[in-house]
């Protein structure tokens, strides 16, 4: 199978895990909106932006030099620009929940979830200065050996972001104490199993690239 | 820094999270006890086994190739042993949890962390038949897009398996109600550092290999 066969798989399950997320967030929970007085709506932005906003982009930017046609240069400049987007988008899913704990009294970053987002979302920030200061700034071509540690550390990031989310995702069903048999359990497990299979097709789509 | 470098550090995480885990298992929790007939004792059976029989022991058989001496038979030896051993405690390891379930009348596999969990272990079990049906057999040397295949399916299984271990803390956590600022949570929340960062740093260093 081709690099871009494999590709083909993550945007599937990253799609199918954007689609199961707002299923989730719309008709079982509460909605979704930045600006409400119910705490709950204020807290649904957190989950739809770090999934939808971080970490499908930064995986289709990830993606961008097999999916994107045209010039190094294009491809080189998506992968950029989508990871920039992700990180503001993933500013406004952090100020969210930080809203929520404020309306709600509750402590800022105490659970493992936020331990390794947080972590992780700090990390990233700092892997796109290098990266932009590395590759996009005009000047001789980086060596082989930076641009294989940007990859590999993109790739641990990537995966590292894919742990805060599953562990966030198992914190809120365990905070909305629902019972083994209740649907909404099985669509929050099957986002989960969807959030990882994007994960796992993304590192695929970058490691066969080298042998396809 | 070398391959073997990188592989150091694993240890390094990889022994850190062995230990926190079982100053948490001793010190704060009930102690470990398959045996038991507290149901918790039992219990405690599972994070141990899963941890340190087996994502640390499949983890250091992804790296026997730099850190075993000696020929290459031997080093697919000790890798083919280390994945096998790992598997054989991880079954003790489900035992115990599945016992524990029995005891306290608890439905087995419903969470996220169980749907991840066993999801894994099965992969885990057919990737290891193929491994030894391909490489272990006398015959023909397998071709590198096989052996490609492997090591991109084995990191993928290392990472499920990471993610299991993290979301399986994250519900524990939550289980026992801890409040944000106990001891008990953060040495949890670091534990579960560990475990990710052992994670990262065995798949830096099966990365790097093919550089260094």
Same mark, same amino acid.
């Given at each position: ?51 939808? /906003?971080?970490?499908?982009?930064? /995986? ?20 950029? %620009? ?7 988008? !993933?500013?406004? !899913? ?24 947080? /972590? %992780?979302? =700090? ?7 290098? !990266? ?6 005009? !000047? ?22 894919? =742990? ?22 099985? #669509? ?7 959030? #990882? ?16």
């Amino acid at each position: 199978m081709s690099s871009l066969g494999i590709s083909g798989f993550a945007h599937l399950f990253g799609v199918l895990a954007i689609i199961l997320l707002l299923v989730w967030l719309l008709h079982y929970r509460e909605g979704i909106d930045f600006d409400s007085d119910n705490g709950f709506r204020v807290f649904n932005v957190h989950p739809l932006m770090m999934f939808t /906003g971080f970490i499908f982009l930064v /995986g289709e930017a990830a993606m961008a030099f097999e999916t994107v046609p045209g010039l190094r240069q294009t491809k080189k400049f998506v992968h950029m %620009t989508l990871h920039l987007t992700a990180i503001i988008l !993933g500013i406004v !899913g952090l100020c969210a929940v930080f809203k929520f704990h404020d309306m709600a009294h509750i402590v800022n970053v105490y659970s493992l979830h936020s331990w390794i987002g947080i /972590g %992780t979302f =700090c990390l990233f920030g700092l892997q796109w200065l290098f !990266g932009f200061v590395t590759f996009m700034i005009p !000047g001789p071509s980086a060596p082989t050996r930076t641009r294989m540690l940007h990859r590999a550390f993109g790739k641990a990031l990537l995966f590292m972001a894919v =742990c805060a989310a599953e562990t966030g995702l198992m914190e809120k069903s365990s905070f909305l104490n629902l019972k083994p048999h209740q649907r909404e359990y099985h #669509l929050i497990n099957f986002t989960g199993l969807a959030i #990882l299979l994007f994960g796992v097709f993304v590192d695929f789509s970058i490691n066969f690239r080298n042998f396809a």
